[in-house]
């Protein structure tokens, strides 16, 4: 239950009352209030689950940043919302392995960490695709594919 902590209080019973459909059917509605409950901070969390890499991840149905502020980096959060569009449209744990493995093989031929994660296609797409505000609302399934 710890993941509930430091989610917006004020719109807990909001969150559990009339969004639970929308956020763990499928997201994400495009309404301020809502993608805040969903991001939570948590540096140690962070620093465990992405190995001190990363200053935002998603865990479906959560982003969690390293710094509370963050919470309002929109760009940030965009991108952390298409990355959980498309773990929903892998059954999460798919996603994952997906990501492990490309991660693999890019980092393999670009002998490069960093070079290798900006080229997996979830983050290619994520990153092609975080400032435009509607992306969510027109994005075709399995979008990422074209990222390849
Ligand atoms: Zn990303």
């Known amino acids: 239950m710890f993941l509930f902590i430091d989610i917006h209080t004020v719109k807990r019973s909001r969150f559990l009352s009339s969004s639970l459909g929308t ?3 499928w997201p994400l509605s495009e309404t301020k209030s809502e993608t805040n409950m969903l991001v939570f901070s948590s540096r140690r969390l962070l620093k465990i689950l992405s190995l001190d890499f ?3 991840m998603a865990l479906y ?5 390293s710094h509370p502020y963050l919470k309002n980096h929109e760009t940030l959060i965009r991108h952390e919302k298409i990355h959980l ?3 929903l449209e892998l059954a999460i744990v798919g996603f994952y392995l997906w990501y492990a493995l490309e991660f693999i093989i890019r980092w393999f031929r670009y002998r490069n960490r960093r070079q290798a994660y900006e080229n997996i296609s979830f983050e ?3 990153y092609a695709r975080e400032s435009d505000e ?3 609302s027109h994005r ?3 979008a990422f594919l074209r990222h390849l």
Do not use: G, M
Not at 61 to 65: A, C, R
């Open 134 to 136: 509607t992306y969510l």
């Open 124 to 126: 290619r797409e994520a």
């Open 85 to 87: 569009r498309q773990q």
């Open 54 to 56: 990363a200053s935002a």
């Open 23 to 25: 956020i763990f059917v």
């Open 61 to 65: 149905p959560f982003i969690i940043v």
């Open 140 to 142: 075709p399934f399995w």
